[in-house]
């Protein structure tokens, strides 16, 4: 047991080692700093996508900047979709689930937006349908996804990708990517 621990412990290291060492992955991650920055300061605001674990991350993000993160300050306009369980669960329904949120994103989201998709393997078909909506509004993508991006790539102005095919691996270098984004974001705003 005790060297099973220390397998997943180590496991979850290297694959922040490799984001460490990943010049291209900083480079982007410092390219959705500003964006996400730039859409607060212009009234814009961030919105999260996800399922499953990848939802919670999302709506532990948004809690970020719709909360605190560090400072003591304003909120910020921030929102995880998928947190309305009747309009979830009536679309759903009466689309499909892979509607649930291009539909929100149509109906709420303005151009100069943000929005974030979490998805490990990068091929939720609701993330993608998601991702296409925002593209017809002038949306900024963010995909936060695992080693391949999926079809999620070619719909991302931004691709975090972390190297593993390993979904709690993923996940917990989702977290780690979006809690740098928080802290820099408001660090910036609010310094």
Do not use: W
Not at 27 to 53: M, P, R
Not at 74 to 79: C, G, H, K, M, Q
Not at 117 to 129: Q, V
Request: proline content about 3%; glycine content about 8%.
């Amino acid at each position: 047991m005790k060297q099973r621990i220390e397998l997943i412990i180590a496991n979850s290291i290297e694959v922040k080692q490799q984001l460490l060492a990943d010049a291209k992955i900083q480079q982007t991650l410092e390219k959705i700093i500003d964006v996400v920055t730039t859409a607060f300061k212009n009234q814009h605001s961030v919105h999260f996508c996800g399922n499953g674990g990848s939802a919670a991350d999302a709506q532990h993000l948004a809690a970020e900047f719709s909360g605190r993160f560090y400072k003591n300050r304003r909120a910020l306009p921030s929102d995880a979709l998928h947190c309305n369980s009747s309009y979830l669960t009536a679309v759903a329904n009466d689309y499909s689930y892979d509607e649930i949120y291009a539909r929100l994103v149509e109906g709420t989201m303005k151009e100069g937006d943000v929005l974030i998709g979490l998805t490990t393997s990068g091929n939720s078909p609701n993330i993608i349908k998601a991702f296409e909506a925002a593209r017809l509004k002038g949306i900024i993508t963010v995909g936060f996804t695992g080693a391949s991006g999926g079809k999620l790539l070619p719909l991302s102005d931004f691709l975090l990708n972390v190297p593993s095919n390993i979904t709690p691996r993923i996940q917990e270098s989702h977290i780690m990517l979006g809690h740098i984004i928080c802290e820099l974001v408001e660090d910036t705003l609010f310094n």
